[in-house]
């Protein structure tokens, strides 16, 4: 695998990690986390209620008897 080490370097000073490997770990958690946070803020703004609380449906829903 080629990798390149100016990149690595410069994600190492951002992470805070020491080794190639431990760069690479975070750099894919930084990854997935990303992915979580934009798909959540899509389902946010394709909401309803932009994504806080229940829809007026909902609601009429738990307050029948």
């Known amino acids: 695998m080629v990798i390149d080490r100016a990149k690595v370097e410069e994600a190492r000073q951002v992470l805070g ?16 986390n990303l992915d979580r946070r934009r798909r959540l803020m899509k389902r946010i ?14 609601l009429r829903r738990l307050r029948e008897p």
């Open 17 to 32: 990690t020491r080794t190639i490997a431990e760069t690479v770990d975070a750099a894919l958690d930084e990854v997935i």
């Open 45 to 58: 703004r394709e909401s309803p209620t932009g994504g806080i609380g229940p829809t007026p449906e909902e």
